[in-house]
C-alpha cells in the first residue's frame, strides 16, 4: 500500500524566512513518482516538481529546493527567503505503477501562512 | 500552452438531483483522472482513463459513474446527489499511463449539493 505523510498540518513564518515542509513516503515499488503540488486560496492546483525514484539529485530551482533522500523514504521541501504569495496549502505526492495505473496518492497537505 | 478545462466552474445542486461535469484534457493527452477533494481535505482519486478505456478505480461511489469520449473528453456524471457530495472535483490528464508523468489538473469544478 502507498501512504505520503506530511506531519506539519499548517506553518507559519514571517515573510524572508525559510521554511521547510516535511514529506515522508511508505511504498513497496522500487519504481515510483514523487510530486509536490502547491494549492493556493483560489482552489487550483499548481504542479511544482516531480522526482522518480532512482533520481535522488537534489534539485533548486529560484527559492525552492527540494531533498529527496531515499534511505530515510522523504522529500523534503524548502522556501528560501519566502513570500506572502507562497501562502497556500502544498501537497506531496505519490504515484506508483498499480496494475498499469499510476494514479496520486496525495499527504493530507501542509497549509503555509507568510506573515508580511 | 493549452491545459486543461473543465465545465462548468461552479454547480449548485439540491439533494437528490444529478450532475454532469466535463473535463478536456491537454491536446495529445490519452490519460484522464478524476479526483474529489472535499473541504480541508487531500484529494481523492475517483477514477481514470486510458485511451478511452477506464484503467482504474479508486474511491468512486456507485452513484458515480464517468466515461472518456471519442474526442477524449471525459464527463463524471454523478446521481443521487448528497450533501457530503459538495467538494472540488479536479479532472487531469497526462502523456501516458505507464510512465510517472507529471498529471496537469484543471482549475477543478466546485459542486454545492444543498
Known amino acids: 500500500a502507498q501512504k505520503v505523510t506530511q506531519a506539519q498540518t499548517e506553518i507559519s513564518v514571517v515573510e524572508k524566512e525559510d521554511v521547510t515542509l516535511d514529506c515522508v513516503y511508505e511504498?513497496?515499488?522500487?519504481?515510483?513518482?514523487l510530486f509536490w503540488y502547491k494549492q493556493p486560496p483560489s482552489g487550483e492546483l499548481v504542479f511544482l516538481i516531480r522526482r522518480n525514484s532512482f533520481d535522488e539529485q537534489n534539485e533548486i530551482s529560484g527559492r525552492y529546493s527540494w531533498n529527496f533522500q531515499k534511505s530515510t523514504s522523504s522529500f523534503n521541501f524548502t522556501i528560501t527567503a519566502s513570500q506572502v504569495v507562497d501562502s497556500a496549502v502544498y501537497f506531496c505526492?505519490?504515484?506508483?505503477?498499480?496494475?498499469?495505473?499510476?494514479?496520486?496518492?496525495f499527504g493530507t497537505g501542509t497549509r503555509l501562512t507568510v506573515i508580511p | 500552452a493549452a491545459g486543461v478545462i473543465q465545465s462548468p466552474r461552479h454547480l449548485i445542486k439540491e439533494k437528490r438531483e444529478t450532475a454532469t461535469l466535463k473535463c478536456y484534457p491537454i491536446?495529445?493527452?490519452?490519460?484522464v483522472y478524476w479526483y474529489q477533494q472535499g473541504p480541508g481535505q487531500d484529494p481523492q482519486f475517483l477514477i481514470s482513463?486510458?485511451?478511452?478505456?477506464?484503467?482504474d478505480k479508486g474511491s468512486i461511489p456507485d452513484r458515480f459513474s464517468a466515461q472518456q469520449f471519442s474526442d477524449y473528453h471525459s464527463e463524471l456524471n454523478m446521481s443521487s446527489l448528497e450533501l457530503g457530495d459538495s467538494a472540488l472535483y479536479f479532472c487531469?490528464?497526462?502523456?501516458?499511463?505507464?510512465?510517472?508523468?507529471?498529471?496537469?489538473f484543471g482549475p477543478g469544478t466546485r459542486l454545492t449539493v444543498t
Open positions: 491536446p495529445r493527452h490519452d490519460t
Open positions: 511504498t513497496r515499488d522500487t519504481t515510483y513518482y
Open positions: 505526492a505519490l504515484s506508483v505503477r498499480e496494475d498499469g495505473a499510476n494514479n496520486l496518492f
Open positions: 482513463f486510458y485511451e478511452k478505456m477506464q484503467s
Open positions: 487531469a490528464s497526462s502523456l501516458t499511463w505507464t510512465s510517472g508523468y507529471e498529471q496537469y
